[in-house]
């Protein structure tokens, strides 16, 4: 086990039966000319997006905000092979998609994704899982303790928000239990949303605002409050939290699948939360090393008035950010931060 992994084997996830490294791209033996066996170009599909994935079958809604909205049932196209299907992807179905008792549609296809959020199993492994299509926010969740924070995890997160194109928003919890204000502080340099809760406070007003709109992922190791935020958040999505089970005296412990749920804003907007289990490792074997300083200097805090090295950090090198994060122009927080990404950067290469 690599240093940064979290060692809590309870959250073994589902995601490896996704792994795209079992693709194989069968050479055409016939040259150039196409198959001549043409894919159907099931005009009659209808679109639908994945709401959640359970042994290679797919919970689909379809309809969406019109009168006949459905969660149907689907399996994967033979045609489609082992292409990953997760949640948050929008994909065409055909067959029956009336959603009846019973009923089983085929996905056939798989739209576009506007981002894909990747890990590798670890840092130097480039083989990439995929775990989430279609998110443009990153709510990254973290205790104040219990279990205890780690900068050098948030900036697992961040930096796979970065590679991905989602925007971070970062979330502290447990602030009943102990002061986030130093674990914030190391974060002060970069301009990233932050949002605090404790047991008896819970800003669902801000939340929601935050996620209308949005398609957010949440991440964070296991037992951090996840799933007891997304059910305040979602009434009704009953994700199993970390209370242990009274009758068989084990922990409840795990919302073991990745699930997207709808988020309604008391006017009637709404906004998509995909809740995943705690990772257990998050490994960024995938990411470009030269994304990392990049993404850096694009959310670092800007200080006020001309910069001193004459061109805004954002468009300097990455050697110029280096020099000016070590001349002290994002503080003892960007140099914390620097040297955390750097150390990330050495285990990727
Ligand atoms: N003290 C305290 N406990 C919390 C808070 N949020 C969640 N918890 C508890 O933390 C445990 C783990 O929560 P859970 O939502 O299952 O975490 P997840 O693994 O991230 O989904 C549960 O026992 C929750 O009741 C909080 O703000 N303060
Ligand atoms: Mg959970």
Known sequence: MSWWTDGDADDEDEFDAFDESTIRVRPN????????????????????????????????????????????????????????????????????SSGEVGTLARVVRVHE?????????????????????????????????????????????????????????????????????????EFACLDIRVVTLSRDEVPIEELTELLVGHTTVTVGHSGVGKSTLVNQLVPGADRATGVVN?????????????????????????????????????????VDPANILKSFAATARIPDGPPPGGIPLTEAHDWEIVDRVEAGELGDSGRARLESLQKLIAHTA
Not at 147 to 175: H, M, N, Q, S, W
Not at 250 to 279: F, N
């Open 246 to 286: 009274t009758v068989t005296g084990r922990g409840r412990h795990t919302s073991s699948s990745t699930i997207c749920l709808r988020l309604r804003a008391a006017d009637g907007r709404s906004g998509w939360i995909i809740d995943t289990p705690g990772v257990r490792s998050f490994g960024l074997g995938h």
């Open 29 to 96: 033996p016939k040259g150039n000319r196409p198959r001549t066996k043409t894919r159907p170009a099931h005009e009659d599909a209808v679109p639908g997006r994945i709401m959640t994935v359970d042994r290679g079958r797919f919970s689909v809604l379809v309809g969406e905000d019109t009168p006949d909205e459905r969660e149907i049932t689907a399996s994967r196209a033979r045609e489609l092979g082992r292409t990953p299907i997760v949640t948050g992807d929008w994909v065409d179905l055909v067959g029956d």
């Open 113 to 185: 994704r506007s981002t894909l959020l990747r890990r590798s199993a670890d840092d130097s492994d480039a083989v990439e899982r995929v775990i989430v299509a279609n998110a443009d926010q990153m709510l990254i969740v973290v205790a104040a303790a219990n279990p205890e924070p780690r900068a050098r995890l948030i900036d697992r997160y961040l930096v796979a928000a970065f590679d991905a194109g989602i925007t971070p928003i970062l979330c502290i919890t447990k602030t009943d239990l102990a002061d986030p204000s130093q674990l914030l502080a």
